[in-house]
């Protein structure tokens, strides 16, 4: 698996004092923001095959959700003014930054949530078998001198930390094991901290499609945030325990602002184009602190956030329209000169129109919007994080969102064999790479 990334300067250490004045430093067998290279998740398997092309999926209707179904308080179990901040920022978030839950098609038949029965694993979903076998078929090509640039099929992580367990997959899709092309998703878990302080970090990218980087990239956005959360962690779950929301939201916004422009950077290094070296990213934070239930979601691109509540899903994915915040560079955003890009003349400030002697400007591609959401989270809930392509069979096959809701509405989660089990279920038409990020709370 390709690990890229530099080391910041010292220039850029001031940049990080500035915006999180944080100078605590790692001290115990945790995640070094430093050595992310040797944090990613490991335990390599390997897992099905499935056709090369993809049906179109049109999601299925948003409606208004059941009634009481907003995020909940904070338990009573925490401090008066923790459990105070936690219903401020639990309002906040149901008013602002997040749509309503809509539920996703499917309820499990015949499963009371609760009851411990899981329905029984399966190989696929759907209308019938995907085109291919369910394993892989070729390795992606190797270079002697560039080993380190491979990429393992499937690679897989787990955790229990305070009230949540945490499963986290990525698994090559089937069209890339047939075509033996790399994985183009990427996975980071790591752990900064210790003992109650301690704050977990899942982060997920999927490198641009058709794009010989691709997995370089979504490894090096990986990489980055990584690094950023880490050396900002002790202040972000002091934020997240104090439910600072606008705090939050604003540093993660600039650490995902830096993190996506170092992928400008490096195309500019190689000589290709910023949107051939891009990736989507997605990041989970938690906190390892028993009392605290804050989750916080947040990120850069397509994928899928989704919460199974009372044995049915729902799709809480931030939509665009109801984004607030600037676009995150790397992604489109427009030049700096006015805050919308134009050009302005000195006097008047009426946007200078082309000149007729020199050729007009490349369009500048679309923008992408920060992605936010704290949220306060129930036991028995299951948090799911994902990238499109499990977001997009779980929107549009309605049997696998059945499927799912009977293997984890059990009492516990399953283990880590059973969740790759879980993940890696087909549907005929979705054939790309899989990256899921799963929490069950207790």
């Given at each position: 698996?390709?690990?890229?990334?530099?080391?910041?300067?010292g220039?850029?250490?001031d940049w990080w004092r500035?915006?999180?004045?944080d100078?605590?430093q790692?001290?115990?067998?945790?995640a070094a923001?430093?050595?992310?290279?040797d944090r990613?998740?490991?335990?390599?398997?390997?897992?099905?095959?499935r056709a090369?092309?993809r049906e179109?999926?049109?999601p299925?209707p948003?409606?208004?959700?059941?009634p009481g179904?907003g995020?909940p308080?904070?338990?009573?179990?925490?401090?008066p003014?923790?459990?105070a901040?936690?219903r401020?920022a639990?309002a906040?978030?149901?008013?602002e930054?997040?749509?309503?839950?809509v539920p996703?098609?499917g309820r499990a038949?015949?499963l009371?949530p609760?009851t411990g029965?899981?329905?029984p694993a399966?190989d696929?979903?759907g209308s019938?078998p995907p085109?291919y076998?369910?394993e892989?078929?070729?390795?992606?090509?190797?270079?002697p001198?560039?080993?380190?640039?491979?990429?393992?099929?499937?690679?897989?992580?787990?955790a229990r930390?305070?009230?949540c367990t945490?499963r986290a997959v990525?698994?090559?899709?089937?069209s890339a094991?047939?075509r033996?092309?790399?994985?183009?998703?990427s996975?980071?878990?790591a752990?900064?901290?210790t003992?109650?302080n301690?704050?977990?970090?899942?982060a997920?990218a999927?490198?641009?499609?058709?794009?010989p980087?691709?997995?370089?990239?979504?490894?090096?956005?990986?990489?980055?945030?990584g690094r950023?959360?880490g050396r900002?962690?002790?202040?972000?779950?002091?934020d997240?325990?104090?439910?600072?929301?606008?705090d939050l939201?604003s540093?993660?916004?600039?650490?995902?602002?830096?993190?996506?422009?170092?992928l400008r950077a490096?195309a500019?290094e190689?000589?290709?184009?910023?949107?051939?070296y891009?990736a989507?990213l997605?990041?989970?934070?938690?906190?390892?602190?028993?009392d605290?239930?804050?989750?916080?979601f947040?990120?850069v691109?397509?994928g899928?956030?989704f919460r199974?509540?009372d044995?049915?899903w729902?799709d809480?994915?931030p939509?665009v329209?109801?984004?607030?915040?600037e676009a995150?560079?790397?992604?489109?955003?427009?030049?700096?000169?006015?805050p919308?890009?134009?050009r302005?003349?000195?006097?008047?400030?009426?946007?200078t129109?082309p000149?007729?002697?020199?050729?007009?400007?490349?369009?500048?591609?679309?923008?992408?919007?920060?992605r936010?959401r704290a949220s306060?989270?129930?036991p028995?809930?299951?948090l799911?994080?994902?990238t499109?392509?499990?977001a997009?069979?779980?929107r549009g096959?309605?049997e696998?969102?059945r499927?799912?809701?009977g293997?984890?509405?059990?009492?516990?989660?399953p283990?880590l064999a059973?969740?790759?089990?879980?993940?890696?279920?087909r549907?005929k038409?979705?054939a790309d790479?899989?990256?899921?990020a799963?929490?069950w709370?207790?």
């Amino acid at each position: 698996m390709s690990q890229q990334g530099g080391t910041p300067t010292g220039h850029e250490d001031d940049w990080w004092r500035q915006l999180y004045d944080d100078s605590t430093q790692d001290t115990g067998p945790t995640a070094a923001p430093d050595t992310l290279d040797d944090r990613f998740a490991s335990a390599v398997g390997t897992v099905s095959d499935r056709a090369p092309e993809r049906e179109p999926v049109v999601p299925p209707p948003r409606t208004a959700p059941p009634p009481g179904d907003g995020l909940p308080a904070a338990p009573a179990a925490d401090p008066p003014a923790r459990a105070a901040g936690h219903r401020a920022a639990d309002a906040a978030d149901a008013a602002e930054v997040a749509p309503a839950p809509v539920p996703v098609p499917g309820r499990a038949p015949h499963l009371p949530p609760g009851t411990g029965r899981a329905a029984p694993a399966v190989d696929y979903v759907g209308s019938g078998p995907p085109t291919y076998d369910a394993e892989p078929t070729a390795l992606p090509p190797a270079d002697p001198d560039d080993l380190d640039d491979l990429v393992a099929d499937t690679v897989l992580d787990g955790a229990r930390y305070g009230a949540c367990t945490l499963r986290a997959v990525s698994l090559r899709g089937d069209s890339a094991r047939y075509r033996g092309e790399p994985r183009r998703d990427s996975l980071l878990t790591a752990r900064f901290g210790t003992g109650e302080n301690a704050l977990l970090l899942v982060a997920m990218a999927t490198g641009a499609r058709a794009t010989p980087g691709a997995h370089r990239a979504a490894a090096e956005a990986c990489h980055w945030i990584g690094r950023a959360v880490g050396r900002s962690h002790a202040r972000l779950a002091a934020d997240i325990r104090a439910a600072r929301r606008g705090d939050l939201k604003s540093g993660l916004h600039r650490l995902t602002d830096r993190s996506l422009g170092k992928l400008r950077a490096s195309a500019a290094e190689q000589g290709v184009e910023p949107e051939e070296y891009a990736a989507t990213l997605r990041c989970l934070l938690l906190p390892a602190d028993p009392d605290c239930r804050t989750r916080v979601f947040f990120g850069v691109g397509a994928g899928g956030l989704f919460r199974l509540r009372d044995g049915e899903w729902q799709d809480i994915e931030p939509r665009v329209a109801d984004v607030v915040g600037e676009a995150v560079m790397g992604f489109g955003s427009l030049p700096a000169e006015t805050p919308d890009g134009d050009r302005l003349t000195m006097d008047l400030g009426i946007p200078t129109p082309p000149s007729p002697y020199e050729p007009a400007p490349p369009p500048e591609p679309p923008r992408e919007p920060f992605r936010f959401r704290a949220s306060v989270a129930r036991p028995g809930d299951t948090l799911l994080m994902c990238t499109g392509g499990l977001a997009e069979p779980l929107r549009g096959e309605a049997e696998l969102a059945r499927h799912l809701i009977g293997r984890w509405s059990g009492p516990t989660p399953p283990g880590l064999a059973a969740f790759l089990a879980d993940a890696q279920v087909r549907v005929k038409g979705y054939a790309d790479d899989r990256t899921a990020a799963a929490v069950w709370e207790a």
